[in-house]
């Protein structure tokens, strides 16, 4: 039986991949690291209060902060002591933000885990509401580049009665492949996971989506998706079909409304990270404490999956000299501060041969960018609006739908950092919008 | 849980963490401006060089004057007003050489000086440089030169005002246009020796020709019907005084230096479609708009006696289908309307930046073009019609969008 396929959507572009160096590298342990700064506050919302003293020793998945007000808790992701707090910097969607940490040294080497754990769970005979709450207790963060609580996830997903849940392992981005060999390796826990989800949310569709190009890798899931009624869709290579609004348009017809999330137009797309992380939780009681990041790139030596401990230094994670290091892929992805550490959010890590930014010159008006932005949007005419800071212009031009994908940026012949300008009038949108006595430019 | 001190991270850092962050996307497009100007240059090259091998050495005179007085009266204005030139050398060759296409080979020196001083100044630097001129450089200065030199720019020989030089066959490349003599009208320029001691024919240019077939109300131009009145003639009046359209393929016809090859001009624009540096809708729907005009738009035909018929629907006069067909199709070759294709081929600045709006752009240009080809009695007709399109270029930009992802067609005329 084969996939199911779909169609496409307007704008996009080729881009060169780059992943065949990690399509196929197993995922494996990194390197002990030295010393983890566990991050309080992942995802949003306020940091959680610490609950242990400086010079305690902790277990690894021992709690180590309690949630306050929304967040969730925080458990330490290796044994080792609690050696002090401090501030690091974790990725937030489209920019990086400061936050408290503990940090912990004298590591000790992970547990074992049995091959095949005992399961301590069963979900195939709970209600969804109870299974709602197990997943909440989990303190589960939702692996995406913006990472939100999925106890707040799972509670938007329920109340908007979301028909369709996605798995989105379409991986566009070039260079990461964490994703990918989460599910070749993980596959029927991967849809385990995500049967687990739909059942929580009531979804009727749920979904596997996955690159046209890779589906020979997914041949152990076949099985398992056929026992939880998951319809397996290999969507063509376009950046950025993996976008969340332009992925449930194309499968689903659904367009999501500009600056809404799509679970507004009741499809809720999650990642294979996260699915795996609720079936370990749900069906194995064992915390989410580690994610496998990506480390490829020119510079980065030999290219690996690595499954690393949240709080691990990005910069550990090779030997990058004086590289350009990225967090996340390299259109949508951030420059990596040296702050930085291993967070749900962070999908690769990436050393780039540091070349000089462009200088951006006048637009020339050629067109590429509208040509090629998959939200339709008039880039050149934003640009002009963000020129001359004509917000309310940007606003009814539609700036608030941009996926931030960078196709604009990427294709401008001008070197005009188009993306980050349609972001900056997104951001003042939002703010006028939430509050419209504030002052725009 | 011990009692010792638990310093609790309340307080933000004195000094951030995080520095003024580069922003993505790391990767980038190999290809930049400069790229787009020096492969349109290159583009545009191919009609230079038909117009080299048509026109002689003067052709490649005008054209490189042309481009390095662009060049160096770009150079020169920088200079002066100390604005930072940016990308603005390539664009300025780009812009003399297109300028250059545009004029005939026989002008005198200072003639594309002049253009190019306008074409710079008055076209592209007033408004601020590369990416913010309204109207097309190399055109306002066509125009200009058009208006400050009416006689350069049409006559090149005292003897016959109204005809114009290409060289004989055997003088192709080497030979020197103003070394002219006179040549038949319905010249089988193939395979005809040039006239004695002379390198070119002087010819009337096929624009003039069709213009008397078509405008009876002149009195100036030689009032003819599309067949000759009369029962002797047998073919039709559009296929005796017009050159063979194979002429006005290649370009042994009279016009600019890089007007008159069709074929040179098709090849170029393709070749810009192929590297995306125009949208095919752009071209055709031009050339369409030209063509439905010109079998659409009436002609004026001298009628039994003194009476003068008005003939809408050329495309079905009574000629028959052939000849109405052929009469149109010499109507979109005769004059400079694919040069001037190619012209809003190579130009991106000043055309609409969505596929709807460049071929709503393109159907003004088309349709303008031909009209004003067919009823005014200005020097450009083509030019001009590009021109008053580019006008209209910011208000077709704003007016026309594609439907943006999950909002509603013409969302952006609300108010609310």
């Excluded at chain 1, 090629?372 to 608030?400: I, K, Q, T, W």
Aim: hydrophobic share 45%; net charge positive.
């Amino acid at each position: 039986m084969g996939l199911g396929r779909y169609g496409t959507f307007t704008g996009g572009i080729d881009l060169p991949e780059e992943k065949n160096a990690t399509l196929a590298a197993r995922i494996r342990p990194c390197e002990p690291p030295e010393r983890l700064r566990v991050p309080l506050a992942t995802g949003s919302g306020p940091p959680a209060e610490p609950c242990v003293a400086v010079g305690e020793s902790v277990r690894a998945s021992q709690r180590i902060a309690t949630a306050c007000n929304g967040g969730v808790d925080v458990f330490a992701p290796l044994g080792g002591r609690v050696a002090a707090f401090g501030w690091i910097a974790t990725a937030r969607g489209e920019r990086f933000v400061e936050s408290p940490a503990v940090e912990l040294t004298d590591l000790r080497p992970p547990p074992e885990t049995p091959e095949t754990p005992e399961r301590v769970f069963d979900w195939s005979s709970a209600e969804p509401d109870e299974l709602a709450r197990r997943i909440a207790d989990g303190a589960l963060v939702t692996h995406r580049p913006r990472p939100v609580p999925l106890a707040r996830w799972l509670a938007g997903a329920r109340r908007r009665r979301c028909r369709t849940l996605v798995a989105n392992v379409v991986e566009h981005e070039p260079y990461v492949t964490a994703d990918h060999r989460v599910l070749a390796e993980f596959g029927p826990e991967v849809i385990e996971g995500l049967a687990i989800l739909a059942k929580a949310i009531g979804s009727a569709e749920v979904v596997l989506a996955v690159d046209r190009r890779r589906t020979g890798f997914y041949a152990g899931s076949i099985d398992a998706a056929e026992r939880f009624g998951v319809a397996r869709i290999a969507l063509p290579h376009k950046y950025p079909i993996g976008a969340d609004t332009i992925l449930a348009k194309v499968l689903t017809r659904r367009e999501t409304p500009p600056g809404a999330e799509t679970t507004s137009v009741g499809t809720a797309i999650l990642d294979a990270a996260t699915c795996r992380a609720v079936f370990r939780w749900v069906c194995h009681g064992l915390r989410a404490i580690a994610r496998v990041v990506t480390v490829a790139g020119a510079r980065a030596g030999e290219a690996r999956n690595l499954l690393v401990p949240f709080g691990a230094d990005c910069h550990s994670l090779g030997d990058f000299g004086d590289a350009m290091v990225l967090h996340g892929g390299p259109m949508a992805g951030l420059a990596c501060p040296a702050e930085a550490v291993v967070t749900p959010a962070t999908a690769a890590v990436l050393a780039l041969e540091a070349s000089p930014r462009p200088v951006p010159t006048a637009c020339i008006r050629c067109g590429w960018c509208t040509d090629h932005c998959p939200a339709r949007l008039n880039v050149s005419a934003l640009n002009d609006a963000f020129e001359l800071s004509l917000v309310d212009d940007a606003r009814r031009g539609g700036a608030a739908a941009c996926v931030r994908c960078g196709v604009c940026s990427y294709v401008c012949p001008a070197r005009l950092p188009l993306m980050y300008r349609v972001q900056q009038l997104k951001r003042w949108i939002l703010a006028a919008a939430s509050d419209p006595d504030s002052e725009t430019p | 849980m011990t009692d010792a001190p638990r310093p609790t991270p309340r307080r933000a850092p004195a000094v951030p963490l995080l520095p003024n962050p580069a922003h993505g996307p790391f990767l980038r497009a190999p290809e930049g401006a400069r790229t787009i100007f020096l492969v349109t240059l290159f583009a545009a090259c191919g009609p230079l060089a038909g117009g080299l091998v048509l026109f002689g050495f003067r052709a490649a005179f005008v054209a490189a004057l042309a481009m390095t007085s662009c060049a160096g009266v770009e150079w020169l204005y920088f200079r002066v007003t100390r604005v930072p030139a940016l990308l603005g050398r390539t664009h300025a060759v780009l812009t003399g050489l297109l300028l250059a296409l545009t004029l005939p080979a026989f002008v005198p020196w200072y003639v594309p000086v002049i253009a190019s001083a306008f074409a710079i100044i008055v076209g592209k630097a007033v408004f601020g440089g590369v990416g913010h001129f309204v109207w097309q450089p190399a055109l306002v200065a066509r125009l200009a030169v058009a208006v400050l030199f009416p006689t350069q720019l049409a006559v090149a020989s005292e003897a016959l005002p109204s005809r114009q030089p290409v060289l004989a066959q055997n003088r192709l490349l080497v030979g020197d246009v103003l070394s002219a003599g006179k040549g038949s009208n319905t010249v089988a320029w193939r395979g005809r020796p040039g006239p004695k001691g002379k390198d070119a024919f002087l010819l009337t240019p096929p624009a003039r020709v069709l213009r008397g077939l078509t405008d009876a109300r002149k009195p100036a131009f030689s009032a003819i019907v599309f067949r000759r009145p009369g029962p002797v003639s047998r073919s039709p009046a559009a296929l005796l005084e017009m050159p063979p359209i194979s002429n006005l393929l290649y370009g042994a016809r009279p016009g600019g230096i890089g007007e008159t090859s069709v074929i040179l001009i098709a090849v170029a624009v393709l070749y810009l479609v192929y590297r995306n540096y125009v949208k095919w809708h752009l071209p055709l729907a031009l050339l369409a708009a030209a063509w439905v005009t010109a079998a659409v738009a009436p002609v004026f035909l001298a009628g039994p006696g003194p009476a003068v018929r008005t003939r809408w629907l050329p495309l079905l006069t009574d000629e028959g289908l052939d000849v109405a067909f052929t009469y149109v199709n010499y109507q979109l070759l005769s004059g400079e309307l694919l040069l001037a294709v190619l012209l809003v081929s190579a130009e991106m600045t000043s055309r609409p930046v969505t596929t709807g709006g460049q071929v709503l752009f393109a159907l003004g240009c088309g349709t303008l073009a031909m009209l004003g080809q067919l009823y005014l009695d200005v020097p450009v007709p083509c030019y001009m019609a590009v021109l008053a399109m580019n006008t209209f270029t910011p208000a077709i930009d704003r007016l026309w969008r594609p439907r943006v992802f999950g909002m509603k067609r013409l969302a952006f005329l609300r108010r609310a």
